[in-house]
Every structure is written in C-alpha cells, then in structure tokens.
C-alpha cells in the first residue's frame, strides 16, 4: 500500500525553522475495513473566537530546532501515539507539515465521541468533502493542504488509485441500520443526518463501483452489508 504516492517530502534533517515558524504535526493512519484501506487523519478541537473549529495538532517554534522537535516527540507520547515514524514535511511560507504514521495493533476500534472530545480521526471525505467532522468545522489550514497537494487524498495499490469512501452520520446503531431494507430496490438505506449532536454513528460506506447514483437527498442506498462500517459512536 503506498502513501502518499507522487510526493516528495523534504527530509527533516535539512529543515530549517524560524521564531514565525508554525508546526503542524499530520499524524495519520491507513485503516483496514474487509480488506478495503482508507486514510484518516488526527485533528484537534480548539476554540477560535469562542468558535469550535479542528485543525492539526501543532506548536510554534521553541527556541531552537532540537527543542522543538523535543517538543512535539512528547505531544505524540503524552497522547500516547509513540507507534509511529516521521515520513518527513512539506513547507508552505512558515508553515510546516510533518506527516508521521501511526501504527496500532487494533483494527476497526470504534472511537467514542461526544461534546468534551478534543481529537478526532478524521476521514479524507470529512476532510475535503465537509470541511468539517460532526459538524464542527476544519480549519483551512488543513482542508487546503489536500487541495495543493491532492496525492495525499488517495492511497494506491501499486499504479491503482484507491477511491476513499464516504462518511455519513446516522442516528441508527448496526443492527438498525441493517433491518431498514427497501424490498422494492433490493437494497439497504442509511440517511445522512446533519443535526448539530454527537448523538450520531460515524460511518464509512464503501462503493465497490463509485454507484454515486444511488444517493438522493442525504439517502443512501447499498448492496452489500460488508460496503458499512460504523467508526465512532
């Protein structure tokens, strides 16, 4: 599996940082759900002018770059992402991406959310789809980075670009979502909600064959219970 493919990142060794430098720290995972990859992302809730919006994590320079770098080694332990190897950055002015992938033994772990949450694994379709995650908006910081650099939207099998899949927010859990079954269309239906709680399931739905027809007014129909999977609660 290759990510991202097309890009070059420059290597941290020959970075050179600043006291306007500002350090994003991209931390990212390739997820498995039956045998389909997708990307999320790990973004973090602040408030902006008493608005709730997610960015990067990121720190701005400190003092020198052993410090900083010091610094954001033990963001990632004390949150206890240790499991992962820095792949290098990409700079835009005094800004700096560093893409680090996280690795964990456990697959397809159903995240708890609600209002005291503070970060999110966040998908590429939330990402440069929604431009925001439960409804909380992204800062463009982030969304617009995959808007310069659309490589890092996709995985690929080798030459083969992966689709991402969708990510719809239902109030139903599993069991409900599977028994709303429409006889007449021999298909599963999920209705995308788009109320402001967190009393909502985050779902990844796959299209084997990018059917976007079969979406119509925040309603979705599949196939294949194997296509849905539910990643928060």
Known sequence: MNYPQNINFNNVDNII?????VIFICLYKINIINDYPYITYLL?????????????????????????????????????????????YLQKNNLFYLFYEYTHAKDNIINKYNSNTILYWTTIYEIVQMQSILN???????????????????????????????????KNNIIDLFSTYDNLNN????????????????????????????????VFHFENTEQLQIISE
Do not use: A, M, W
């Open 187 to 218: 298909c599963f239906i999920i209705k995308h909600e788009i109320e402001n709680n967190y009393h909502l399931f985050r779902c990844i739905l796959i299209y084997y064959e990018n059917k976007f027809s079969n979406i119509n007014r925040n």
């Open 136 to 170: 909380i908006p992204i800062h463009s910081t982030v969304f617009e980075l995959f808007y310069s650099h659309p490589d890092l939207i996709y995985l690929y099998n080798h030459t083969q670009k992966i689709d991402f899949p969708i990510t719809i927010y239902s």
């Open 17 to 21: 940082l600043n006291q306007d430098s």
């Open 44 to 88: 973090y809730k602040q408030k902006i002018q008493n608005t709730d919006i997610t960015t990067f994590l990121y720190i701005h320079f400190t003092e020198n770059t052993s410090n900083t770098f010091n610094n954001i080694d033990n963001i990632l332990d004390n949150l206890s992402f240790k499991n992962n190897t820095l792949k290098g």
